[in-house]
């Protein structure tokens, strides 16, 4: 199914009319695994605080098979507040199912797991009043807590993060104390096999800055204890490249700001996955009232990062 084939969710009597909230997005990823049985796997990693899926595909020539080929992992919607993000992962999905020819030839090389909102109970709490609230965090008590702080490689050490529960970067009250991170991180240690960990490359949505980010967040060093000088040349050289194809800018993720637990940082610190964050546009705005063109723009880069996932080691 194209993107000029793709149809947004109806607009409902929100700020928001044209996104997908969690039902619309739920029945968008059970439309296109139904669509599309033998390289669309859709299943859940978890659940939110509140109860909520949190869902997820796999995206293969062999679906039902776990076969030895490098795996991407694509996040979305670890902030509350960035309902873009979600955007992306459904129009991600929509092309990678596109039967374009090079896209198809991607996916029977590669795996692709794609986890489509993180934090339900926020973005559902976001957009449910007349106006959005800017919430950032789950719905965990006592005030929410900030997914993206709570990971845990340097949990807690640097920068913006906070142990006071109403900020809005609260770490939680301690690693991985959030179920939504629980879970990803279960599915993501569950991708080592024979010791090896499968997921190659991976990207982390955010919004809204145009940036492409690169470990490490916690500190301004471009090499560290677990990063070599070379090691970070080569997830530069990469991120690099990323931006160069959706005109965005590049940069360590510490240039931006100085913040430990987030979601790369772990992913490189325990198991060496080549891991960006990309901060979606238009720039200083959550809540752009069109999105497509936005989305558009990271089709490039992911099947860029796709195809270096084969030749990683």
Not at 48 to 60: H, N, Q, T
Not at 159 to 186: C, K, N
Request: proline share 6%; aromatic share 12%; charged share 25%.
């Amino acid at each position: 199914m194209a993107w000029l084939l793709w149809t947004a969710a109806p607009a409902r009597a929100d700020p928001l009319p044209g996104y997908h909230d969690y039902a619309a997005m739920t029945a968008r990823i059970d439309a296109v695994a139904a669509a599309h049985p033998d390289i669309v796997s859709r299943f859940s990693i978890g659940r939110s605080y509140d109860g909520r899926e949190l869902w997820a595909v796999k995206v293969s020539d062999n679906v039902a098979i776990d076969e030895l080929e490098p795996e991407v992992l694509l996040v979305f919607g670890q902030h509350a507040r960035e309902h873009i993000t979600v955007e992306q992962g459904l129009y991600l999905l929509d092309q990678l199912t596109s039967g374009d020819p090079r896209v198809v030839d991607l996916v029977s090389r590669t795996e692709v797991w794609l986890v489509f909102n993180l934090n339900p109970d926020g973005s559902e709490y976001d957009w449910a009043g007349e106006r959005p609230r800017f919430w950032r965090k789950n719905r965990q008590p006592p005030d929410g807590t900030d997914l993206n702080r709570n990971w845990g490689y340097h949990w807690g050490c640097c920068g913006i993060v906070s142990r006071r529960p109403r900020a809005e970067a609260y770490r939680g009250g301690r690693p991985f104390s959030a179920p939504e991170t629980r879970a990803l991180r279960a599915f993501i240690n569950s991708r080592r096999i024979a010791g090896v960990q499968q997921i190659k490359a991976a990207i982390d949505f955010h919004s809204a800055a145009e940036l492409v980010l690169w470990p490490f967040g916690y500190t301004r060093a471009d090499s560290a204890k677990d990063m070599t000088a070379a090691q970070h040349r080569r997830l530069a050289r990469l991120g690099r490249r990323l931006a160069r194809a959706n005109g965005y800018t590049a940069e360590q993720s510490s240039d931006l700001y100085v913040a430990a637990g987030e979601l790369p940082d772990w992913l490189w610190g325990r198991y060496r996955i080549l891991a960006y964050t990309f901060e979606l546009g238009p720039r200083d705005d959550f809540y752009p009232a069109r999105f497509e063109d936005e989305v558009a723009r990271n089709r490039e880069p992911v099947l860029l990062l796709l195809d270096a996932a084969t030749r990683l080691p």
